[in-house]
């Protein structure tokens, strides 16, 4: 673990200056910088100090958590169990524990339909990128072409149906994650 790096990532989610953090934690704008450079080492006592600072104890700072996916590359996508011959759900982001929501790619074959999906917790969104779709909320057809968008309460009944020549791409966002 590289601690300096650690410690500068923490203070600028925090919305601090190196000098602020210094004055705060008792310690120089010249020692904070050096050890977010990783050029030095803070004693127990300095670090947690500075970690007092910043709203963290010592556990908490050691604990490995890995960092969230910022990037997701085309060819980590990973095909969803709930995928058919009709349609297929994607993820953008595998792996996506801990996360508020869930975005994934859905491809509909021409007269395709999602299976009815009944009331959970939540809200969707979802941006039609090709093709003609008829979003059913309970029993009202809402009809969308491309370049159109939805957001709804997950609460109401829903599905999906391309209505239109030939495939449609949805891009789908669930919160919270349930894909």
Known sequence: ?????KLRRLRTETGLTQEELA??????????????RDLTSPSIATLKSIL????LDLAEFFRDTPQP????RKKARVLSSVSTDDYTVHFLLPRAMGRLMDPVLVILAK????????SHEGEEFG?????????????????????DCFYFKSSTPHRVENTGKGAAKILWVVTPSRF
């Open 1 to 5: 673990m590289r601690i300096g790096e």
């Open 23 to 36: 004055n705060r934690a008792y310690l120089t704008k010249g020692f904070i910088s050096q050890l977010e």
């Open 52 to 55: 007092d600072v910043l709203g």
């Open 69 to 72: 996916t910022v990037v997701g």
């Open 111 to 118: 007269g395709a339909k999602t299976p009815q999906e009944t």
């Open 127 to 147: 941006f039609v990128i090709r093709g003609a779709v008829t979003l059913w909320l309970d029993t009202k057809a809402h009809k969308l072409g491309q370049g």
